[in-house]
């Protein structure tokens, strides 16, 4: 099973801004909601270790869902660029910048998103490990 872990190392009112990592190689930013107690759709996930499991969402298509996170389902990996995008999910970019001077944002996240998925290609399963560094 891949080793997968996203050490955040921002966060503020515009997102919480991480690095992926799989089997010790940065793959891509990732952003996140800032953190509010874990409220659906508004909040990254606490920290932790979970499991992530292949899955067809009917709004994302192919991806992979964030297991047994407390008080919280439907936690994806998926294409966008603002927090506005989250919805309570983990976006994944291959650049940070910003859409507007107050919109914090990763960029090329489709393209992005592609190439993660093609990392776990024949895999249905990972381990996620969520760290802070901040």
Sequence with gaps: MKEVKLFRMESTS?????ALVIDGEC?????????????KNISCIPTGHYIAERHLSP?????????????????????GNTVVDTEGCILLGSQVGFLTPNSRAVLNSQLTMSLFMSRFKGESEFSLTIKEVF
């Design 14 to 18: 515009q997102g919480t801004l991480g």
């Design 27 to 39: 793959l891509c930013w990732t952003l996140e909601c800032p953190w509010k107690n874990n409220q």
């Design 59 to 79: 709004s994302k298509g192919m991806t992979f869902r964030i297991k047994e996170v407390p008080s919280r389902n439907e936690i994806l990996f998926h294409s």
